[in-house]
């Protein structure tokens, strides 16, 4: 296949902005990509082009990911692409997480530049920081070792020292288990015991890497001359030591294309900054920038919910732009971009409740996922999501009352079970006395039944169902890593297992998932239920400062845009049954919230009057709004022009645009919304414009379907009677 038509199959099926970034020359890209805009799918697109029309050579490209899931699934891309572009090569392109490839290249240099074996990479840091709290005669139990260790990785990923901890975490206002000086003598001990048994962390790994490759050129040269070129992915979380190795691996060179969304910044306080992404022009003057802005994950409806939130509705955009501009040391304003253009169809809109306690609510929402499983949507595409693991279990007893699966994410870290960590170190023997030729697919569930994993799940609810699940998701892990990575061994999976732990990234299990917003990340559901939203909760009571509270804002932000197609959001007024009803909703919603009168729980003049719109779940004393938030609910719905549109839209109008549209998409063979999506046609309706340059600021028309369909639309706009030919000519 010639190179012309390889690059011609690499951009077919690509959107305008998608195909801007396959297209984008070398040098600094970046994308600055919204919440399902189809981002993996632009950069192996980007990859595979400059592979098709022999401008890269992807042996010489190292696209670097936070999670092993992305990595997997960007590797898992890049085969498909390879399969449609015969001979471009895409099967030598590295897609791995930051640690993995720092790891491959510390075990690859370090014999020869510090000299012996590598170090082993630490199973577990929370028994090495016991073991030094024990050392020290520091009370505390696993919650506040957890902490410590926490405290531990983020002195270590923004590069400050024991000796420094102290100041540096003050500085930045820090609250960790025990006192700084205190916690500073126990990140000694930790680094103490970790050297002198010769292991690793993966933040060592890190910039350990980084060190080699600083301090012997000839190494900097060999990596350098292996990648040429680099992708990096949700460049909004990286942090100072994941920069540093960065840095390492580009040297002079600017052939770096990053990826992310500011809109998602939740981990600033792991370390994480999102300062690298919005002060990547002012680091590269050259950069090519490109916005995703078409979400094909969500409805339009929860994609309008998202953008009010975000302040990137129409009319606040100037808003987010100074909430993205304001905490971060760069200017970041230029990056805000417009808002989420949904592509998928209608779908039911967003629903808020007020409950008037806490058992009350938790009841709502478990009969709320029963209904949901009714009608056919399957239990593992329905999340409930919290603001902190302590809000859990009021949900996990109405959920186990009604006899609905469901799998804990991100409450007790998964790989600090007991029965995960003695399987992960029989595993780890077993791939030890293996022999060449077995089957290391067919070796995992003997190891795991050894320790309870039976055929059958065990019957009800308690420890032994929720150890079997365990088990039994950790066999579907490794049936997953063998069937994606042919040729894998057993020391292979337990170097991916251990990769995992550090990471975080746990295996999927059956059942309704009930996790925190920061485990969610990354993930996406058909029904997300976001319960608890009162002020002390969301944002966190903790969170003081105006950086802190905006942070909170994007991480309920990032809660909202994991539905697919059905949302509900609710708080309670009262924490017991019957309680005091103090509390208010959480001050994110006020513009939601537009048009409900005040409950006893809002303060008084916080927010506009209005009527409420209808009763919630019978029995359960929820009041809930189902119309457009912010409008007043399906009153005002109708006289904006139906679920989901601007107010003011000419329902008239919209259903003559609609027709021409679909006349249009007939003439030309395409999809519907290649010529312009529901949210972009009633922008228009809702708008009127009378003239071009009005036309071109409506939100999903750029200067090609300006072009292309101007006249049409402008015509229809100015004669409410008249229909429009789809080359742009009037019918009578």
């Not at 994480?272 to 409805?299: C, D, K, Q």
Request: glycine share 12%.
């Amino acid at each position: 296949m010639r190179s012309a038509d390889r690059a011609e199959v690499v951009l077919e099926a690509l959107d305008p902005e998608q195909r801007e970034v396959a297209t984008a020359p070398r040098g600094p890209v970046c994308v600055l990509a919204g919440a399902g805009t189809g981002k993996t799918r632009a950069i192996a697109h980007r990859i595979a082009y400059l592979a098709a029309t022999g401008i890269t050579d992807p042996g010489h490209v190292l696209a670097v990911t936070f999670t092993t899931r992305a990595a997997g699934e960007l590797r898992g891309r890049l085969r498909q692409l390879g399969s449609a572009v015969p001979g471009a090569g895409l099967e030598l392109a590295q897609a791995r997480t930051f640690h993995s490839a720092a790891l491959r290249q510390l075990t690859h240099f370090w014999p020869a530049t510090v000299g012996g074996p590598p170090p082993q990479v630490v199973d577990s840091k929370i028994s090495l920081v016991a073991e030094a709290a024990r050392r020290l005669r520091l009370s505390g139990g696993l919650p506040e070792l957890r902490d410590a260790t926490a405290e531990i990785e983020w002195a270590k990923v923004t590069q400050v020292r024991p000796e420094e901890y102290a100041e540096a975490s003050t500085n930045a206002g820090r609250s960790g288990p025990f006192q700084p000086a205190v916690l500073a003598r126990l990140y000694a001990g930790y680094e103490e015991l970790r050297t002198d048994r010769h292991l690793v962390d993966f933040e060592s790994v890190l910039e350990l890497t980084a060190a080699i490759l600083a301090e012997h050129p000839a190494v900097a040269s060999a990596v350098r001359g292996r990648y040429t070129s680099f992708v990096v992915d949700e460049y909004q979380d990286v942090n100072p030591l994941q920069r540093l190795l960065l840095e390492a691996w580009l040297g002079e060179r600017d052939d770096i294309c990053v990826v992310g969304d500011p809109r998602q910044t939740i981990y600033s306080f792991t370390g994480a900054t999102p300062a690298y992404l919005t002060g990547f022009t002012a680091e590269f003057p050259a950069a090519t920038v490109i916005r995703l802005i078409r979400s094909y994950r969500s409805t339009p409806q929860v994609i309008a919910l998202a953008n009010r939130l975000s302040g990137a509705s129409e009319g606040g955009a100037g808003r987010l732009a100074a909430r993205l501009a304001r905490p971060w040391p760069r200017d970041g304003s230029g990056l805000a971009g417009p808002p989420l253009v949904a592509q998928r169809p209608g779908g039911p809109e967003p629903r808020l409740t007020e409950f008037p306690d806490e058992p009350a609510e938790a009841a709502a929402v478990a009969s709320e996922v029963a209904k949901l499983i009714e009608a056919g949507t399957p239990p593992g595409e329905i999340a409930i999501l919290v603001r902190t693991n302590a809000q859990t279990q009021g949900f996990e007893q109405s959920l186990a009352a009604a006899g609905i699966p469901f799998q804990l994410r991100g409450a007790e870290r998964y790989f600090d079970r007991a029965e995960i960590r003695q399987a992960v170190g029989l595993l780890r023997s077993a791939a030890r006395s293996a022999a060449a030729g077995d089957d290391p697919a067919g070796q995992v569930r003997p190891v795991l039944e050894g320790i309870g994993l039976s055929r059958a799940a065990p019957s009800g609810r308690g420890s032994a169902r929720e150890r079997w699940e365990s088990l039994e998701a950790l066999a579907q892990l490794a049936d997953d890593f063998f069937a994606g990575s042919p040729g894998a061994t057993l020391a292979d999976l337990v170097s991916e297992l251990s990769l995992r732990s550090a990471i975080g990234h746990v295996p999927s299990m059956a059942g309704v998932t009930l996790a925190s917003l920061h485990a969610a990340k990354g993930l996406e559901w058909d029904a997300v239920l976001l319960p608890g939203l009162t002020d002390g909760t969301m944002p966190i009571i903790y969170a003081q400062t105006e950086e802190a509270i905006e942070e909170e804002r994007r991480l309920l932000y990032v809660g909202v845009t994991r539905a697919r197609r059905y949302l509900l959001l609710s708080w309670a007024l009262a924490r017991p049954a019957g309680g005091k009803r103090i509390r208010k909703p959480s001050r994110f919603l006020d513009d939601l919230l537009a048009g409900r009168p005040a409950s006893p729980g809002r303060q008084a003049g916080r927010r506009r009057q209005g009527g409420r719109d209808s009763a919630g779940p019978p029995g359960q004393g929820g009041r809930e709004s189902a119309g457009p938030p912010g409008q007043g609910g399906r009153a005002a719905s109708r006289a904006a022009g139906g679920p989901g549109q601007p107010p003011g839209t000419d329902g008239a109008l919209l259903a003559r645009l609609r027709e021409w549209r679909l006349a249009a998409a007939k003439e030309q063979g395409v999809p519907a919304f290649v010529i312009f999506s529901d949210a972009t046609l009633a922008q228009i309706a809702g708008r009127r414009p009378a003239d071009r340059a009005a036309l071109a600021g409506v939100p999903g028309v750029g200067a090609v379907k300006l072009d292309r369909y101007g006249a049409a639309v402008l015509a229809l706009c100015a004669d409410g009677a008249g229909t429009a030919r789809t080359g742009g000519e009037r019918r009578p």
